[in-house]
């Protein structure tokens, strides 16, 4: 069973930038529609933002700009750019398929300081 991995977190401090990336070692990545997620203490996992075999994207309404989601189907990678991040960034960051068909990964821990 696939299980991504996530890595490219770390502490920043309000206003910096970081590049997450998600390595999935499948040969089914390039036909898959891929998405990040993050989670917040005490809070559900949400929707960051999906990217589908075309390279067409979508973001939730509340990231308002500040995130880019790529794929690099030769590497089997997703990235998620965030620029201008706020302590309300501070999350685990995940990414999986549709349906979360993939096993969880340990995801990445970013936190924002102010």
């Known amino acids: 069973q696939v299980q991504p991995v996530e890595s490219g977190g770390g502490l920043v401090q309000a206003g910096g930038s970081l590049k997450l990336s998600c390595a999935a070692s499948?040969?089914?990545?390039?036909?898959?529609?891929m998405h990040w997620f993050r989670q917040a203490p005490g809070k559900q996992r949400e929707l960051v933002a999906s990217?589908?075999?075309?390279?067409?994207?979508n973001y939730a309404d509340s990231m308002k700009g500040r995130f880019t989601i790529s794929r690099d189907n030769d590497k089997k990678t997703l990235y998620l750019q965030i620029n201008s991040l706020k302590p309300e960034d501070t999350a685990v960051y995940y990414c999986?398929?549709?349906?979360?068909?993939?096993?969880w990964g340990q995801g990445t821990q970013v936190t924002v300081s102010s």
């Open positions: 990217i589908d075999v075309s390279g067409r994207t």
């Open positions: 999986n398929t549709d349906g979360a068909a993939w096993r």
């Open positions: 499948t040969i089914s990545f390039n036909i898959r529609r």
